[in-house]
């Protein structure tokens, strides 16, 4: 059986037809997901929801570790 070659292709140049139509409802679908998950961030994002952490820092002495 004999590898495929591009020339073989009907449409090697350009696209057309079925195919065609097919990338551009996947291209469309595409920037339609993306846009209704960047409303969708937008509206949703809570942007002074932050956690206020008051940790102190505890020194440990040098003499006092185990090395």
Same mark, same amino acid.
């Given at each position: 059986?004999?590898?495929?070659? &591009?020339?073989?292709?009907?449409?090697? $140049?350009?696209?057309?037809?079925?195919?065609?139509?097919?990338? /551009?409802?996947?291209?469309?679908?595409? /920037?339609?997901?993306?846009?209704?998950? /960047?409303?969708?961030? @937008?509206?949703?994002? @809570?942007?002074?929801?932050? &956690?206020?952490?008051?940790?102190?820092?505890?020194l440990?002495?040098? $003499? @006092?570790?185990?090395?």
């Open positions: 059986m004999d590898e495929p070659r &591009l020339e073989d292709i009907g449409d090697y $140049n350009s696209l057309k037809g079925e195919k065609r139509k097919t990338v /551009l409802w996947v291209i469309g679908i595409g /920037l339609i997901i993306g846009s209704v998950y /960047l409303l969708a961030y @937008n509206v949703f994002d @809570n942007k002074d929801d932050n &956690l206020d952490i008051n940790k102190s820092t505890v440990i002495p040098k $003499n @006092n570790l185990l090395f």
